[in-house]
């Protein structure tokens, strides 16, 4: 989309300074991405079927490495990608503080903080709040908009946007209340299509959907109902769709970050790397073990700040 247009500003007659302006401000959207550290992090309780403390525990140590290890590739793979990355300090007693996918849902600016349905992620939403107002200050981003009383939405790990179809994909019925697809609509003034999870372990819409930047959808039909499922297809043809494999959904590389042609990914089983490349993507794998362990994968550890929907 860029080059038309780059020329469409060139040919508008305004002066340099203004194009230039328009060209940082409108089109170049480097994407920006918030994440936490792990220094904090560690697998302490079970939440999701795929947490497992005790294999946590058996080495700790070593987890800890691997988590660092990994977060810093992830950080490392999506700044060689050309995205722009905060990272914030983990805070402590909040291990999963570092899936900030889970801290709200932005669109244009205006934010929109997650409210957790257990106990065990509740005081991550002060520390999340602190970030949020900062980030305003510094104009990242506009404004703050809360949930209404009670209602749980679990941020953008069941929210995501598709610039294809300039529409959002609403995760709901395991972590998020199916009441809160309407308020994702109306704060945002943006269509939405609600997806209803089916399973415990596909409890966030990211671990089983993603949409990629040139509109194919990589999803786990098996985490959804065969309605939901006939519903995806009817919006998404064939020739779109990327469905992915148990073994692609253990391997937790469905939870995929992508912008232009990079795909930053849990390292994905070789057929699915082999697909997407094929589709001409690049693909980026990052060994993110220690975070599947607690039910996460790349998305789940990124906040996109900067996502448009006009
Ligand atoms: N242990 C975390 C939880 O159960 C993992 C969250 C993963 N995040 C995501 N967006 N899927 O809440």
Redesign the pocket.
């Known amino acids: 989309d860029l080059v038309p247009a780059a020329i469409y500003l060139i040919a508008s007659g305004l002066s340099l300074p203004a194009q230039n302006k328009i060209f940082e401000t409108e089109l170049r959207m480097t994407p920006h991405f918030l994440l936490v550290d792990p220094s904090h992090y560690v697998v302490s309780y079970a939440?999701?079927p795929w947490?497992e403390p005790g294999v946590w525990s058996a080495d700790a140590a070593g987890n800890r490495e691997r988590a660092w290890a990994g977060f810093e590739a992830l950080a490392s793979g999506l700044a060689r990608a050309g995205a722009k990355v905060t990272i914030e300090p983990g805070r402590p007693g909040v291990p999963?503080m570092v899936?900030t996918?889970?801290a709200g849902i932005v669109f244009d600016g205006r934010v929109l903080p997650a409210r957790f349905l257990?106990d065990e992620?509740k005081d991550e939403e002060p520390f999340f709040r602190a970030i949020f107002e900062r980030l305003v200050g510094e104009g990242v981003l506009r404004e703050i908009v809360d949930l209404p009383e009670g209602m749980h939405q679990?941020?953008?790990?069941d929210c995501l946007w598709d610039r294809t179809r300039r529409l959002a994909w609403v995760g709901f019925g395991q972590?998020s209340d199916e009441a809160s697809v309407r308020v994702i609509a109306e704060t945002f003034g943006i269509d939405v299509e609600p997806l209803r999870l089916a399973t415990p372990r596909f409890?966030?819409l990211?671990?089983c959907f993603h949409v990629l930047p040139r509109g194919e959808v990589l999803f786990y039909p098996p985490a959804f109902a065969p309605e939901t499922v006939a519903r995806i297809e009817a919006i998404v043809p064939p020739d779109k769709r990327i469905v992915a494999t148990e073994r692609d959904a253990r391997h937790f590389s469905v939870?995929a970050i992508a912008f232009e042609d990079q795909v930053v990914m849990a390292h994905p089983p070789q057929e699915l790397a082999a697909r997407l490349s094929e589709r001409g993507y690049h693909v980026t794998g990052v060994p993110l073990e220690p975070f599947i362990l607690?039910?996460?994968g790349a998305?789940?550890m990124t906040l996109r700040l900067d996502n448009t929907t006009r």
């Open positions: 939440i999701n947490m999963d899936f996918a889970n257990f992620r679990e941020g953008a790990g972590r409890y966030h990211d671990t939870n607690s039910g996460g998305y789940c």
